[in-house]
């Protein structure tokens, strides 16, 4: 068994293909993803629709285009000056104070700024509303951190286009998804389907090795590979990009291991249906990596998506397995909250090893 | 014909995939330490009987014991009897000689100074001792045959299955190669082989020739060549499948 596995790195190792996907793929695909992103909110154009044109929005507005992150491109004068500007597509957001802001903040302590953003573009949207209200609570405390009575300014937001948008720290979660469901299954239905094509299946069938051990053998370090792989996007995600871990590592660690040995199983079925590499490399492309990065959430918005395209969603273990990370990750929530879809990826991963085992048997007989 | 002790025993082994008859009623006995050869053209059941034999595969009806085990009950007691060569010479092309030796002994059980022992015999042997760290697929066709026959033999199984061993080589390596058969089967391990090279089967002690399913014929060379008029096992074929 020990044999087994160190043969199995040596495969690994000596091809510098797979060395490539496995430790080429996450950084690049992260620094990737996490640059693209990142990149988009420097100069981001706004335009802003003053009611009040009192000290105070000015303020707000100067500090908001100070920023470095927002330029104002125009100024409006009437709400129908808005879906105008945002049709003509030069800016992402308008901010909007309502009449009578310093006066109203005077009074009642209280006044109102929305922020009106362009979600046709989810992710720089959320961005972007999370950036400009940070800089308003920013404002509010330094302003009025000495009065006694707590004053607030509401910034209210509103995505435009696409109301029910999600979350945007999205590629860290979703980078761990496609790396782990490419390293895991693509890469063990390759190999295996290679020992097929080279005949040393038949071999090995033929020791007194149990089929058990020959799968175990041959997962065994995909399964430590793929760990650490999610360890070394966690860390990107952490020193490049500043993604803390709000919730238990401990926690993210054991539902990417679950995913993982999901992944895996899933793997082990494409190459008990394929007979060469090119046919389990094509299955795990197009029915693993094609819907885990469309169809889980990654990248299209699952509620943006038509009805039927929601439904198939749900059979997606990545979909599952992306809400956790994000949960455990951005809202540090614990098992209590994820055990639904954690029970989801555990139900996937023993139907899979039910089905493989099940086909493996018939290829035996 | 001398009576040898038997080691494989086939009475009425039939496997029938649905409606399809791949082994239909096969008899047939091997002796200790014999070259069997298992001969007929593609599709005519061959591997399918053979994976029978190594426990692979379970057959629909009839009784059969290998190494003096049953092929239904017994089939891991078997495993560890039996060695087997695919026709695809089975090596890892990414692993050099000696990881390929240390794997297969590793999957057989032996201790690595077995290991050892049993690599630098076989090596010194083919004279491939100075290749031992080299990898396989930079080795030439021939050379992987004679590796992957050894790899097969290496735990010292009491029957080798030999699947079509010398498909592609050229025929001095052919001629080697029966060389080695020759020297093994002396050694006391029987030898099972598929081959569709007639002349091949001139070096078998006894053959069994298949046609759709069913043993036709199943003799010496000398007295199928007799018993059928011609001068080659070619010819013997020949006549056996037109009849079929």
């Known amino acids: ?365 | 014909m001398e009576q040898r002790e038997s080691i494989i025993e086939a009475i009425n082994l039939t496997k029938k995939f649905g409606n399809f008859v791949a082994n239909d009623n096969l008899n047939f006995m091997v002796g200790k330490g014999e070259i069997f050869g298992f001969l007929g053209a593609n599709g005519a059941g061959k591997t399918t009987a053979i994976k029978i034999l190594c426990g692979l595969s379970r057959p629909t009806s009839g009784n059969i014991t290998v190494a003096g085990f049953d092929v239904y009950t017994e089939r891991e007691k078997i495993k560890k009897n039996i060695g087997y060569m695919s026709q695809k010479f089975s090596l890892y092309e990414d692993l050099t000689v000696f990881e390929n030796f240390r794997f297969y002994g590793g999957i057989y059980g032996l201790s690595k100074k077995e290991i050892r022992e049993r690599t630098n015999y076989f090596l010194d042997k083919l004279g491939l001792m100075e290749y031992k760290d080299k990898v396989i697929n930079e080795l030439p066709l021939g050379w992987k045959q004679k590796l992957a026959f050894s790899l097969a033999i290496l735990h010292k199984p009491r029957i080798v299955f030999l699947d079509e061993p010398t498909g592609g080589v050229d025929p001095i390596t052919r001629r080697q190669f029966w060389d080695m058969i020759y020297e093994v089967a002396n050694d006391g391990i029987t030898v099972f082989v598929t081959t569709h090279y007639m002349d091949e089967a001139e070096y078998c002690g006894r053959v069994s020739i298949m046609v759709d399913g069913r043993i036709e014929a199943l003799d010496t060379p000398e007295t199928l060549k007799n018993k059928y008029e011609v001068d080659s096992m070619d010819g013997v074929f020949l006549k056996l499948a037109r009849k079929g």
Do not use: C
Request: hydrophobic fraction near 50%; aromatic fraction near 12%.
């Open chain 1, 1 to 365: 068994m020990r044999g087994f596995v160190i043969k199995e790195f040596f495969h690994i190792f000596r091809d510098y293909r797979s060395m490539l996907i496995l430790f080429g793929m996450p950084v690049v695909q992260v620094l990737l993803f996490g640059f693209a992103i990142t990149n988009e909110i420097n100069d981001a154009e706004i335009a802003v629709l003053d009611y009040s044109k009192d000290n105070i929005t000015q303020e707000i507005t100067n500090k908001i285009t100070s920023s470095g992150y927002f330029i104002l491109n125009k100024n409006l004068e009437h709400e129908g000056q808005v879906a105008e500007e945002f049709r003509k597509g030069n800016i992402k957001e308008v901010i909007v104070f309502e009449d009578n802001f310093a006066k109203k903040l005077e009074k009642n302590h209280s006044a109102q700024i929305q922020i009106l953003s362009d979600a046709s573009d989810p992710n720089t949207a959320n961005l972007l509303t999370s950036y400009t209200s940070g800089i308003i609570r920013n404002y509010q405390q330094q302003k009025f951190s000495e009065f006694s009575l707590p004053v607030e300014i509401k910034p209210e937001s509103i995505m435009l286009y696409n109301p029910e948008l999600k979350s945007v720290f999205m590629f860290v979660p979703g980078t761990i998804t496609i790396i782990l469901m490419l390293v895991s299954a693509m890469m063990t239905s390759i190999s295996i389907a290679k020992e097929k094509e080279m005949g040393t299946m038949e071999v090995l069938l033929v020791s007194p090795l149990k089929p058990w051990q020959i799968i175990v053998g041959k997962v065994m370090p995909y399964v430590l590979l793929s760990f650490v792989n999610a360890i070394t996007i966690l860390l990107m995600g952490f020193f490049v990009f500043g993604m803390p871990v709000q919730g238990s590592v401990i926690l993210l660690l054991l539902e990417s291991l679950l995913f993982i040995v999901m992944a895996l199983s899933l793997g082990i079925y494409i190459s008990t249906v394929s007979s060469s590499q090119q046919i389990a490399m094509l299955l795990s492309m197009f029915a693993l990596m094609l819907p885990t990065i469309l169809l889980s959430g990654f990248i299209f918005p699952i509620e943006n998506m038509p009805e039927i395209l929601q439904w198939i969603s749900h059979l997606m273990p990545s979909k599952w397995f992306i809400i956790i990370v994000k949960d455990i990750m951005l809202k540090g929530v614990g098992i209590l909250y994820v055990w639904k879809e954690t029970l989801i990826i555990i139900l996937m991963t023993v139907f899979f090893i039910f089905l493989s085992v099940k086909k493996f048997k018939i290829r035996l007989e």
